[in-house]
């Protein structure tokens, strides 16, 4: 198992910017969600994707987007960078069937906003 | 609503000493329970679940019950060590939603540091 990797790891944009973020799920896993922490808080559910589609969104604005690829891997997009958005960035993979019952985490990619 | 409320740190204790992180919940249905791991730039890890009213989650050493009556889920260890130092995470998964939903509900986080 290669697990779940995460491309970059750190990246300093300013405000306005747009930002990419890259996710490698773990082999044999078809589903990725991605969740946002700020500094000194617990995840928030950003979006889950699943063949391609986003299925399932929480309460993030239009300006969070992303994609996933048939290899399964997924990108993370950010649009009009605001200083809030300063934050880990983790992306999760799950297999088959699993759900929230077996994710796997990314390390994160931590993004300042200034 | 679905929501998890955890203790607030820091935790600190001495090596062998007892932990409890309190844990408490609110969600619509019978949310799965859950206990994650951070330790310094890694990402999370599940250190434990619970699926069901009465279940006993345990793993390394740490246990938590899913108590339905007080909508918790505490985490237990009997004698901690200075390797068990990270932030640890409470949180529910909202079954009702569908089982492919990879939604998690998260705590705030509690670190914890042991000193030998």
């Known amino acids: 198992e290669t697990g779940v990797t995460q491309s970059p790891t750190h990246l300093i944009k300013t405000r306005g910017q747009q930002v990419t973020l890259r996710c490698s799920s773990q082999?044999?896993?078809?589903?990725v969600s991605w969740y946002q922490q700020a500094l000194g808080q617990g995840p928030q559910f950003i979006f889950q994707?699943?063949?391609?589609?986003?299925?399932g969104r929480g309460n993030f604005p239009p300006r969070f987007s992303g994609l996933q690829f048939p290899n399964y891997s997924s990108e993370l997009n950010v649009n009009a960078l605001e200083l809030d958005d300063s934050a880990l960035y983790l992306c999760?993979?799950?297999?088959?069937?699993?759900?929230?019952?077996?994710?796997?985490f990314g390390a994160g990619s931590r993004l300042t906003v200034l | 609503g679905n929501s998890v409320t955890q203790m607030e740190g820091p935790v600190t204790l001495s090596e062998e000493a007892f932990l409890t992180i309190n844990c408490t919940y609110t969600?619509?249905?019978?949310?799965?329970l859950f206990w994650y791991v951070q330790y310094p730039g890694e990402g999370l890890q599940l250190l434990l679940k619970?699926?069901?009213?009465?279940d006993k989650g345990s793993n390394k050493g740490f246990e938590a019950t899913y108590r339905k009556e007080t909508t918790s889920f505490h985490l237990e260890k009997g004698s901690v060590q200075v390797s068990d130092s990270a932030v640890y995470f409470c949180?529910?998964?909202?079954?009702?939603?569908?089982?492919?939903?990879?939604?998690?509900?998260f705590g705030r986080g509690t670190q914890l540091t042991v000193w030998p």
């Open positions: 999760a993979s799950s297999p088959p069937g699993a759900g929230a019952n077996v994710l796997t």
């Open positions: 082999s044999g896993h078809n589903t």
């Open positions: 994707y699943y063949r391609e589609e986003e299925n």
């Open positions: 969600a619509t249905g019978y949310p799965s």
């Open positions: 619970a699926t069901k009213a009465d």
């Open positions: 949180a529910l998964s909202d079954r009702n939603r569908g089982s492919t939903l990879g939604r998690l509900y």
